[in-house]
């Protein structure tokens, strides 16, 4: 009688094994990323607000002084820059708009055509 190895199915396994733990890790971080995200932007409301109501009832210009919204605008700056690292520049347009929108105006042209 003649034995088999399981070896290289085996290794198969444990190479899937591992392309999808690390395609867990990756899903787990970028999760991560989303979450730390929605932190900042609501550490920036709650913070922005606060600021916002102290500087101008404390000052002579109230609402109406650069001073008081300058917070709020820089940090405003760091927090798209956030965005853009977590959704990346995609986000608006998505990776296919382009190709969609050809496909879009392409059939209204071919309905005009009828």
Sequence with gaps: M???SLEPYKEE???HDFRKEEAYIRAK?????????????AVYVVVNIFLILLIALNSQN???????????????IGLAFHFLGVFGPNFFFGKNWEKK???EYMEKERQNWE
Excluded: Q, S
């Design 101 to 103: 929108k050809i496909e």
């Design 2 to 4: 003649e034995k088999y």
């Design 13 to 15: 396994k444990e190479t």
């Design 29 to 41: 971080k970028r999760v991560d990323n989303i979450i730390g995200f929605y932190w900042h932007l």
């Design 62 to 76: 109230g609402f109406f002084n650069f001073g008081t919204y300058a917070t709020a605008f820089f940090w405003g």
